[in-house]
Nanobody
Framework: QVQLVESGGGLVQAGGSLRLSCAAS????????MGWFRQAPGKEREFVAS????????SYADSVKGRFTISRDNAKKTVYLQMNSLKPEDTAVYYC???????????????????WGQGTQVTVSS
């Protein structure tokens, strides 16, 4: 079955950087938009960033715009989230997700995503 496996999480000081990776298997990545979401303890899962199936269209939550960058390498079946200038409020479990891309628009709603990874923990200390 389809698998999405996140990696790259960890503990970092405020102001630092991390790069998350999401490796997809048994998925024709060129047909799917990819997104990153996060969930902090006691909070709902929230949208972080997404890219359409070519990577030419991207969307970001206001809270991460200018600090995070989503990219994808379809040949490697991998999606990345470069996170710079991290803040303690970025602490959460980060999930990648795949949505069948029929509109070329990077989706923001978690309800349209078909597949989800297990998540990777990101902790930012102050």
């Amino acid at each position: 079955q389809v698998q999405l496996v996140e990696s790259g999480g960890g503990l970092v000081q405020a102001g630092g950087s991390l790069r998350l990776s999401c490796a997809a298997s048994r998925l024709s990545l060129t047909l799917y938009a990819m997104g990153w979401f996060r969930q902090a303890p006691g909070k709902e899962r929230e949208f972080v960033a997404s890219a359409n199936r070519s990577g030419g269209g991207t969307s970001y939550a206001d809270s991460v715009k200018g600090r995070f960058t989503i990219s994808r390498d379809n040949a490697k079946k991998t999606v990345y989230l470069q996170m710079n200038s991290l803040k303690p409020e970025d602490t959460a479990v980060y999930y990648c997700a795949a949505a069948r891309d029929r509109t070329w628009s990077p989706p923001r709603g978690h309800g349209v995503y078909d597949y989800w990874g297990q998540g990777t923990q990101v902790t930012v200390s102050s």
